[in-house]
């Protein structure tokens, strides 16, 4: 499943978000070389490209990472490790802080798609900013959450709220990058065919209705507006293509033909 | 990373969730059982119960499903299996296709946060809906696509768009989720403590204005009030519960007694 090539916006907000500086998502005493590799990659689904990773248990560079990231090799070649949370994000100047509990104190909490706002307002404000990820296992300690402003918390299913890390990383880096996608959020992708002109269709329309009259499928006079009307609205509501106009005048012709046929035939 | 157990409103949202049958998850030809088990996760997560399963490769059950699950047991054991996408979505009134291209067809593509709207529409109409998920490798095929009304399309990073199966699967969940939830943007977690009333407040700015007085601090008169704005203002930013504020007056009265401590003994 991706984004497929029919959105010319996104290729420009990509640009912008490359430009700016997108938030710096910080991996903390990770363990598992194939979650760092699938934070990798969901970072780079979102245009994210900077990871930074304090304590990785199993040392770094890491080939389970490089084989879990698809490709995003971009974002673990740039990977900077750290030996503290502290020094992780001394030149950042906004830290967020993901975490399951909020345990004994006091902190502001937002949503991915809040956290997502204010993160491209600080962006745009020209500030470096950065969000914290715990281990697998544990989650950020204390220790690591006091370094941070904020804190994220993704409302889940409260009965059933766990994520895996790399998922966290997902939800929250989608968020980020929706907030500037700025993507179309319907269109009909009509590949090659443009959709139909208004003419088009009302040409379309007074095709088969001529030909329905020529049948006698009109049988009550009174009724022919309405049901004009409804068959009008039926195929209005498929929004057609130039080309799929055609296949229709090309499908009355050819019931009609048929039947014409069998006319003859009989 | 989880929600945490401060935000009592989606007790609420969560019951009327179920209550009204969300979207079920469908994933045709699924090969691992380990993204099943993901894929499930994913769905509970987001408060969905019903999966079904088109010709899964491994056979079902399968272990390796409930391993990776996390515990998602009821929606496991809850899963159907069916022969055909067809037969699949038979029950359902209005289904929805997740894929990575649109290839050469002319469909109506929607994001999945205008997908999770449209879905709670049909939904509180009383239509049962479904999404349609493909295999890992090829996603779902032309003939799958032409059973949905609509598909859905992540517009994510058009450089480096593919998302694993379970991903998939959780963005259109969380977005489902997430168009019910009414979560607070933004809070501040107190634990047992409640938020400073003004009152409370406006006691320790003046405990603490009247200390500093005393000091000599503010030894241009003239500059006075907008010493006493500026300081008020950055504490009143960290709006304090009730307990912070007790420890500030705490703090304040500690200093003052050390130097005046200081001063006995010099």
Redesign the interface.
């Known amino acids: ?7 010319p916006e ?2 420009k907000s ?1 640009a912008a978000l490359n430009a700016q500086g997108g938030p710096v998502v910080i991996l903390v005493e990770p363990q598992m070389g194939e979650n760092i590799g699938a934070c990798a ?2 970072m ?4 994210l490209t900077e990871l930074r990773l304090v304590n990785p248990r199993d040392g770094w560079p890491n080939e389970k990472a490089v084989a879990a990231s ?3 090799t971009e974002v673990l070649d740039r990977a900077r490790v750290f030996t503290g949370t502290r020094e992780a994000i001394a030149d950042l100047h906004k830290v967020y802080a ?5 345990r ?8 991915p ?2 956290a997502a706002r204010d993160l491209h307002a600080h962006v745009a404000a020209g500030r470096r900013v950065g969000i914290l ?2 281990p697998e296992r544990t ?1 950020l300690v204390n220790d690591d959450i006091v370094l941070s402003d904020t ?14 890390l ?3 990383v ?2 929250v880096a ?1 968020e980020w ?2 907030e500037a ?1 700025q ?9 090659q ?1 443009p959709p139909a002109t208004k003419e088009e269709l009302h040409n379309l329309f007074d095709h088969l209705e001529g030909e329905l009259d020529q049948t006698g499928f009109y049988t009550h006079p009174d009724k022919k507006p309405s049901m004009v009307r409804n068959v009008r609205n039926t195929l209005q509501r498929a929004h057609m ?1 130039e080309q ?1 106009v055609r296949t229709f005048h090309g499908i009355i012709a050819a019931l009609v033909g048929r039947k014409k046929q069998r006319a003859r035939t009989e």
Request: with cysteine; charged share 15%.
């Open positions: 499943m991706s984004s497929g090539t029919n959105r996104l290729a990509q990659r969901a780079l689904n979102c245009g698809a490709g995003a993901t975490a399951a509990r909020v004994d104190m006091v902190k502001d909490i937002v949503t798609r809040r990820f715990g989650g804190m994220i918390s993704v409302p889940l299913n409260p009965g059933f709220s766990s994520l895996n790399a998922q966290a997902l939800l989608y990058w929706m996608a993507a179309e959020e319907f269109y009909t992708h009509t590949g065919s293509t799929e």
